[in-house]
């Protein structure tokens, strides 16, 4: 037995130093690249995505583009590509270090394969094509979709300037337009594009690249920089069409360093954005300080209350008539299914761990540009042992003895119910040939990855909660006495019912606003570029632990007033009460994405990019329940410990 431990530590050990060394390559500012003058530079070609639909799509199987012979997935495949649906793929652009070219035609005296090549056709010289007009078809569909083409180059993504300024400092959105439209049904499509590559020198010939711009036009010529060029109309009657497909490649020197060369992309949020998200979480504050201030009136005046009536009257506790200082015995008795209950705490626990460590790890970089070992070694593994703890800790207090049951299933809880349900969600998403689809062999290495890493951290966080003595009241011994007798409720808000839906209101009511700004980042075109996101993370982080510290604080105080409440009604079932109290903030916000999703996302959406909503709502929502269920339960153990 020895032996096999010793094994499966070690190949644990080898495990998380090859995600450290993969993760090594991809910190921002941890390796550079060092290009010579006349190198060739590889510009990768990524994917298509609109905020309209919210669905990606492969780059060369969506459109028929023409590719390389030689078509290779240079890709690293990190967790953030594989949930964004990036496919890093090689491409005909050919640019050369400090080589400039004007009006090239993509393609030329290059080895070619168009994607979509009718049986028997010729390998063309270039990728100029006859298009049908069923593939033209295509494109005006795409087109109308607002879909946007996504490149990178050495790791940056493509950046089109934006016509105008909101501002001192230019700003940037992630990807091009594939083409235009307006409302008569007239559709261009941008066939040439000029690439405006930003360097800074690095010794002698030698440069870092820190910027990449790409300015799309429509041109209906050979010519790309004739004025009277008219723009390639495809529409408002697909017909067969040549498309000749150019580009030009200009080189600017820069004096930002390659570790600073995100600072140009960063979204400049306009002042009054900044100021509506600080004054929301003002707003928050304030309410969470006069809750506070009214749990700790409520208490105090209940208790001195009841102390003064004591000691003026000196009755005993089963003379008196507060309610809650006869459950004594009753308040340590364990609840039913104890085993799930342990679990599910432990699960919230560790749930509530990994967002506080990827919170912390996104103010100081990118976890998502990590490769998935690397982000699971991270982010959820050392949460698996204060889930272990809390889940063996809770089970122990419970007069129970298996302690590594509870740790273990605590820690595969919340993978298998999300592999599960990202499962199903992926085939759905597969079936619709979006490239969001995690191909299934990488999905089983996740979990496979998440599982080995985990359960021995969540058994050591057991070992270490049974070394411990047992929470136990004294003087409360459950065991002599038959479970008390439970009145039923005189009060309509004594009903379990109406303290769940009241508990999840005031949680609710505090990051309403935060809650707004939050699904409108995600779900209204910023994750659907795929970069946006990951541009500028420390001022979301922040804004994102001050929003979760007012939610913990939120849930723990309205869970204990309404523990006290139902003591006070002589119910001692307060275990289970007291998890569905807490996480009864998730019922509001599944109703609040689906209100989100009527109200700001419908009908525009796909059928496939519905699956994606409902099926990541479902995931936050789940997760979200687990970890104020936890907090509720924590919260309530404190206050009802007698020690």
Request: glycine share 6%; aromatic share 10%; charged share 15%.
């Amino acid at each position: 037995m020895k032996a096999v431990c010793r094994s499966y530590g070690a190949a644990l050990l080898l495990l998380l130093l090859l995600a450290v060394s993969d993760a090594c390559d991809v910190l921002p500012g941890a390796a550079p690249v060092e290009y010579d003058v006349g190198e060739e530079v590889m510009v990768q070609v990524v994917k298509l995505s609109s905020p309209q639909t919210g669905l990606p799509l492969d780059y060369y199987e969506a459109l028929p583009f023409c590719a390389p012979k030689d078509l290779r997935d240079e890709g690293r495949h990190r967790l953030g590509q594989l949930l964004r649906g990036d496919r890093a793929l090689t491409s005909l652009y050919a640019v050369h270090v400090l080589r400039a070219e004007r009006c090239k035609v993509l393609g030329a005296n290059m080895s070619v394969a168009r994607w979509h090549k009718s049986e028997g056709e010729q390998l063309p010289a270039d990728c100029t094509h006859s298009y049908t007009a069923a593939e033209i078809a295509q494109f005006v569909r795409l087109i109308k979709d607002n879909y946007r083409v996504h490149w990178e180059l050495d790791d940056m993504p493509a950046m089109q300037p934006k016509p105008y300024l909101t501002g001192v400092r230019q700003e940037y959105d992630a990807g091009f337009l594939l083409g235009q439209h307006d409302d008569s049904g007239t559709v261009t499509l941008n066939n040439y594009v000029r690439i405006t590559i930003k360097y800074a020198p690095h010794g002698e010939d030698k440069i870092h690249i820190v910027g990449f711009e790409v300015e799309p036009r429509s041109i209906d010529s050979s010519d790309c920089h004739s004025r009277e060029s008219r723009q390639l109309r495809i529409a408002p009657e697909p017909v067969t069409k040549s498309i000749t497909w150019t580009y030009s490649v200009t080189w600017e020197e820069s004096s930002v360093s390659w570790h600073e060369r995100w600072e140009p992309y960063r979204i400049a949020t306009a002042p009054s954005v900044a100021e509506v998200r600080w004054l929301a979480v003002a707003n928050s504050a304030l309410v969470v300080f006069f809750l506070t201030g009214t749990v700790a009136a409520i208490l105090l005046r209940a208790l001195h209350a009841d102390i003064t009536s004591k000691l003026v009257t000196g009755a005993s506790d089963e003379e008196d008539g507060a309610a809650w200082k006869q459950l004594c015995a009753d308040v340590a008795r364990p609840p039913p299914l104890p085993l799930l209950f342990a679990c599910l705490v432990g699960c919230g626990t560790e749930v509530l761990a990994s967002v506080a460590a990827a919170l912390a790890c996104g103010g100081f970089g990118r976890p998502l540009a990590l490769p998935p070992a690397a982000t699971i070694s991270l982010l959820c593994a050392p949460a698996a042992a204060a889930g272990g703890y809390v889940a063996a800790r809770m089970y122990g207090t419970m007069r129970k003895k298996r302690w590594w049951l509870s740790s273990s299933l605590a820690a595969l809880l919340a993978p298998l119910l999300l592999f599960s349900l990202f499962g199903l969600m992926n085939l759905v998403i597969a079936s619709a040939k979006s490239s969001r689809a995690v191909p299934f062999a990488a999905l089983l290495e996740l979990f496979l990855v998440l599982c080995a890493t985990s359960l021995p951290l969540a058994l050591a966080g057991g070992y270490a909660a049974k070394l411990r003595q047992p929470i136990v009241a004294s003087g409360c011994h459950f065991e002599r006495h038959v479970p008390r007798f439970v009145p039923p409720p005189r009060h309509w808000f004594e009903r379990p019912t109406a303290r769940v839906l009241l508990s999840g209101a005031l949680p609710f009511g505090a990051v309403l606003v935060e809650l707004l700004i939050v699904f409108c980042e995600l779900w209204r075109g910023k994750v659907a570029t795929g970069v946006v996101a990951s541009l500028s993370t420390s001022d979301l982080c922040l804004f994102l632990v001050v929003v979760l510290a007012i939610l913990i604080v939120t849930c723990a105080e309205t869970a204990v007033v309404m523990c006290y409440f139902q003591l006070c009604a002589e119910d001692h079932r307060w275990w289970w009460c007291a998890f569905a109290n807490g996480s009864s903030l998730a019922l509001y916000v599944l109703c609040y994405c689906a209100l989100f999703y009527f109200a700001r996302l419908w009908p525009r959406a796909a059928a496939a990019a519905t699956v994606i909503y409902v099926g990541y709502s479902l995931c936050a929502v789940l997760l979200l329940a687990l970890m104020t269920g936890a907090v509720g339960v924590g919260a309530c153990f404190v206050f009802t410990e007698p020690e």
